[in-house]
């Protein structure tokens, strides 16, 4: 094959330009679901559910929840993803960066949403009990396997990175396990995200 | 590495003894997840909501469907995937053989749920609109797919064998292509049962 018929594929490979158009299409494909579910979340709370609070209005502070955790979970962790895809000729490093810039992105987000839920039940008259629901048990499994997922990324892809040479095996047999698990995760949260949607419905039907 | 150290892994593959013990405890691990679903199910339908019927109790009758879009869609679907893994070492066209088997079972258990929901919700006075959540058109997107998978797979993996030799190509191309929309489908699968669980919970609080 020519060489004006190949691109550069990154992680080792190359692709013909036919398949690289139609995977930079599916990427931009996914980048529009990504914005798109971030925007009409935004659109939802405020058209129609008066927008976010906080304490003052428990009723507001929830909106909170479905916002920041699409944000966390979805956006910022499919563009986590999406980071080695988008940007397959730069810097390895530079790209490892921005990776673990959008996860310490997703903390806030997810403990925040999760103060907001707990609030929510807790601070209600008289109380919802937490926890009771398919919904939740997702979330916290989720939850879970992110930080997991963090702390085992950062400790194998950043501190062992101290002795570069003596961990290079180490490291790239852990590479396809964390982005096996990250999918996972990502489809976990997907699959949450879901339940919780069909549960808010219900709630207001 | 020594023949003994080697087992046969099927697919032009081999896998050494330890990789092996543990791809078979994973399998066994998936078929006690597969079993436990539909026996769960089964339990929760006899033990808590009255068993089935058809007709004459819309009530039950709406039992019908999550039992057998599970054995459907879960348990024969989980099991028509996981029969390439199974029987590494078998025949290929009776694996083909038993895979196609297993999805033709289906097709009957997802007719016959399809047709109690829609007869529990028409047959009610007043009767209840359909396919108005998350759960019903994440139900159809599935089985929009699976009947695709099911026809293109039936076609290409079947039909295109009656000259062997001149598809060989073609059908090894559509070979990854046809199990990646399977695993999606799958998926789609999971999260529907997930998004209906939840539903049929809050029908029920």
Redesign the interface.
């Known amino acids: 094959m020519g060489r004006n018929h190949q691109v550069y594929g990154g992680g080792g490979g190359t692709m013909s330009r036919g398949w690289s158009c139609l995977f930079y299409l599916l990427v931009f494909l996914t980048e529009i679901l990504l914005f798109g579910v971030l925007i009409l979340s935004l659109v939802w709370v405020y058209l129609f559910k008066d927008g976010f609070a906080w304490r003052d209005d428990i009723q507001r502070q929830f909106n909170l929840h479905p916002v920041l955790m699409i944000t966390g979970f979805i956006f910022l962790m499919g563009n986590a993803m999406l980071v080695y895809r988008l940007f397959r000729c730069c810097n390895k490093l530079a790209s490892k960066l921005l990776h673990t810039f959008l996860y310490l992105l997703a903390v806030p987000c997810i403990v925040v949403a999760m103060i907001a839920v707990f609030d929510n039940h807790n601070l209600r008259e008289p109380p919802i009990p937490n926890l009771y629901?398919?919904?939740s048990w997702?979330g916290l499994i989720t939850m879970g396997l992110f930080g997991l997922q963090f702390v085992v990324g950062f400790f194998s892809f950043w501190i062992l990175l101290c002795c570069e040479q003596g961990t290079s095996s180490f490291r790239s047999n852990m590479l396809p396990i964390h982005s096996t698990f990250g999918i996972i995760t990502f489809?976990l949260a997907?699959?949450t995200s879901?339940?919780g949607?069909?549960?808010k419905?219900?709630?207001d039907l």
């Open positions: 629901s398919l919904h997702l489809m997907i699959a879901l339940t949607y069909t549960e419905a219900f709630f």
